[in-house]
């Protein structure tokens, strides 16, 4: 089993609509979970950063962490074009420990 | 935050031959990242690169074939040697955030492929 699972779509919905990302993990050790976006031939940027389990909010984003199932969610509000990106989970053990990618999910918000 | 500058953008080379890739920090870092990113697959760590000792290699990369220089604190090469086409991927420069989050800053990536 892979440390982190990621469908990698396409996932095509309408603007205004609300998108649902999702990961899995088996490494019950992550305790620090990032979603990062990525443009289409531009570096991986960090969207959102959770630490342990729960919710956080910025703006029309929510990550959500459920650490008894091993499940990272990224819920995105009021979908815009420019929403269009590969979204990448991506959980560590510690600070200082290597990153570990998920494949990263291909969005696409139609007008 | 962290501005990275990789060079080239993109290229096309020819199998058997070498591509060294720069990456330039706008800060001084201690370490540096370089990363692999093959179509439909993971962000994929290649080696961690120390500035004034011998970079480290993650399992499946060796340093004869990803050769990596780190000359100073906010520069560093790496090179893929005797290209192949399974060569072919985008590979990405990347410094962490000194703060508590130890976030991630890439560089846009150079994108390579082997004919």
């Known amino acids: 089993q892979k440390e982190v699972e990621q469908d990698p779509g396409p996932l095509s919905v309408p603007e205004g609509a609300i998108v649902s990302l999702n990961c899995t993990y088996s490494?019950?050790?992550?305790?620090?979970f990032m979603w990062y976006r990525q443009y289409s031939r531009k570096g991986p940027e960090l969207l959102m950063y959770?630490?342990?389990?729960g919710n956080k909010e910025d703006g029309r984003f929510t990550a959500q962490v459920d650490k008894s199932s091993k499940y990272i969610s990224l819920f995105i509000r009021d979908s815009q074009p420019s929403d269009s990106a590969t979204y990448l989970c991506?959980?560590?053990?510690?600070?200082?420990?290597?990153?570990?990618f998920g494949k990263g999910t291909r969005l696409h918000i139609l007008p | 935050s962290a501005v990275i500058s990789q060079k080239p953008s993109r290229d096309i080379c020819q199998r058997g031959t070498s591509l060294t890739i720069q990456c330039q920090v706008d800060?001084?870092?201690?370490?540096m990242f370089w990363y692999r990113q093959q179509p439909g697959q993971s962000l994929t760590l290649i080696a961690t690169?120390?500035?004034?000792?011998?970079?480290?290699?993650e399992s499946g990369f060796v340093i004869d074939k990803f050769p990596i220089s780190r000359p100073n604190l906010t520069f560093s090469t790496l090179t893929v040697s005797n290209m192949s086409p399974e060569d072919s991927s985008i590979y990405l420069c990347?410094?962490?955030?000194?703060?508590?989050?130890?976030?991630?800053?890439f560089g846009q990536g150079t994108r390579l492929t082997v004919v």
């Open positions: 800060s001084q870092v201690t370490m």
């Open positions: 959770t630490y342990s389990s």
């Open positions: 690169a120390n500035q004034g000792s011998e970079a480290t290699y």
């Open positions: 490494n019950s050790a992550f305790q620090y």
């Open positions: 991506a959980p560590k053990v510690n600070r200082d420990d290597k990153i570990i």
């Open positions: 990347s410094v962490e955030d000194q703060g508590i989050r130890g976030e991630a800053f």
